[in-house]
């Protein structure tokens, strides 16, 4: 593919490609029929690893419709169990899962939508300990938290490990998407240098956020995964968009790499796991 400007190539290496099925041509029609997708784009699809963090409101859309589109390994990072207050807006798990481990519940629903897809659960917080190790071997990771601490750990272990990280927020009825691909652009650090403080921004679980939002915000962050797989496409590297849902309004944010970013500034090298 030859180099253009806020054209991505795609993160799965064209080695792993293998030639789809008749099941796989029949399942994925729709897909390959897109021109920017076609026979190579879902072969990428099929050889592609992704991990998301967070199995609620972002990352049951996001699984659901990576599931869906045939992503070979989806890996899956919750340590929760599903409650009734979530089935609102967390559309993977269903009320009968109601005290059953999030992870359990998904991997249920993934495989009854498409039992090609190996699923990878891992039933556990995301910690400064276990990041770089849970992190490490994927594509593409998705921030499909709700917590700044994660975000930050995340966002800074992605960034050293050289893996694109698709961010998506939401609150009440405000949501915003965007990636972070150190190799390529901004990291999160970028973005905001430090967390802020404790108790100064609501959770959603504080201040609440509405039912059909993070099935927005989480579907455009299943398409940033989708184009940054595929290759070919501009994902939101170094743009944030900002969805006002409730003054159905769109603003795009531009972040620019921070020369003095700890975390991806000249100091450091970010490197790509092969
Ligand atoms: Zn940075």
Redesign the pocket.
Known sequence: MTRRPGIAEPVVDDSRRRALTAAERERYARNILVPEVGTAGQERIRAARVLVVGAGGLGSPVALYLAAAGVGTLGLVDPDVVEVSNLQRQVLHTTDAAGSPKTDSARVALAALNPDVEVVAVPERVTEANAPEVLAGWDVVVDATDSFPTRYLLGDTT?RLGVPLVHGAVLRTHGQVGVFD?GRG?????LRPVPPPPGSVPSGAEAGVLGVLPGVIGSMQAAEVLKLVVGGARPLIGRLLVLDAWGARVDEVRVA??PG?????PCVTPRREG
């Open positions: 960034a150190a901004p990291c999160y650090r970028c790499r921070h970013c700890p975390v991806c500034g």
